[in-house]
């Protein structure tokens, strides 16, 4: 009973030091949509990055669970994005970052 209740304990702390922060959400959507336009002509990367990229992060918000976070991106030009932020890592849940 002692070990399960020691292995929890270091299981919930690892989770809640490994929560990813807005800031790496940003970076990782930076990322994302890099990806995304890596086969465009430098048009298309020019207009990602001084538009689309802005947009995207200014509608992103987040729900800070501690152990792990909830990010959205909402607006009228995209369906809505979720990701989980879990173990210093992200895992798209709905949406793509393509406009309606």
Do not use: R
């Not at 929560?19 to 086969?39: A, C, G, M, R």
Request: hydrophobic letters at 40%; a positive charge; aromatic letters at 12%.
């Amino acid at each position: 009973m002692k070990k399960s209740i020691i292995i929890l304990c270091i299981a919930v702390l690892v989770l809640y030091i490994t929560n990813p922060t807005p800031v790496e959400f940003s970076n990782w959507l930076d990322e994302e949509i890099s990806k995304q336009t890596e086969d465009s002509n430098i048009l298309e990367k020019g207009l990602a990055n001084l538009i689309e990229k802005p947009l995207i992060k200014s509608s992103a918000n987040h729900k800070n669970y501690y152990l792990f976070t909830v990010f959205k991106v909402e607006n009228k030009y995209y369906n809505e994005i979720v990701v989980i932020g879990v173990l210093d890592n992200f895992i798209k849940i709905k949406g793509s970052f393509t406009p309606k």
